[in-house]
């Protein structure tokens, strides 16, 4: 069953342009995954501290595997430090 994954990321004041920096890195990466269906990145116009991450998978086991691949590691290491709370994801199922 194909599962949607929504991820908000909220950066810490002056430390947003290299959160987006850090998207701008691993959603192509991300693409390229066999079990990705499809991932793009957003920003806040209203809020520029604000990020969100929404991707669709083939299965729960595709973004499983998502998350242990060497540039999503290297991502989250690269994110977390930015944050000003833990990054909030949840996997989702289309209901209509």
Same mark, same amino acid.
């Given at each position: 069953?194909e #599962?949607? =994954?929504?991820?908000?990321? +909220?950066?810490?004041?002056?430390?947003? %342009? $290299?959160?987006?920096d850090?998207?701008?890195? !691993? !959603?192509?990466?991300?693409?390229?995954? &066999?079990?990705?269906?499809? =991932? /793009?990145?957003?920003?806040? #116009?209203?809020?520029?501290? @604000?990020?969100? @991450? +929404?991707?669709?998978?083939? %299965? &729960? $086991?595709?973004? %499983?595997? /998502?998350?242990?691949?060497? /540039?999503?590691?290297?991502? #989250?290491?690269?994110? &977390?430090?930015?944050?000003? +709370? &833990? @990054?909030?994801?949840?996997?989702?199922?289309? =209901?209509?």
């Amino acid at each position: 069953m194909e #599962i949607f =994954i929504f991820t908000r990321f +909220h950066a810490q004041p002056g430390k947003a %342009d $290299a959160l987006e920096d850090a998207l701008r890195e !691993v !959603v192509p990466a991300s693409r390229q995954e &066999e079990g990705c269906l499809n =991932i /793009h990145a957003f920003r806040s #116009i209203r809020d520029s501290n @604000i990020f969100y @991450i +929404h991707s669709r998978w083939k %299965d &729960e $086991a595709a973004f %499983d595997r /998502h998350a242990k691949l060497p /540039h999503t590691v290297r991502f #989250i290491e690269r994110a &977390e430090p930015l944050l000003d +709370h &833990e @990054i909030q994801a949840q996997r989702c199922g289309l =209901i209509v």
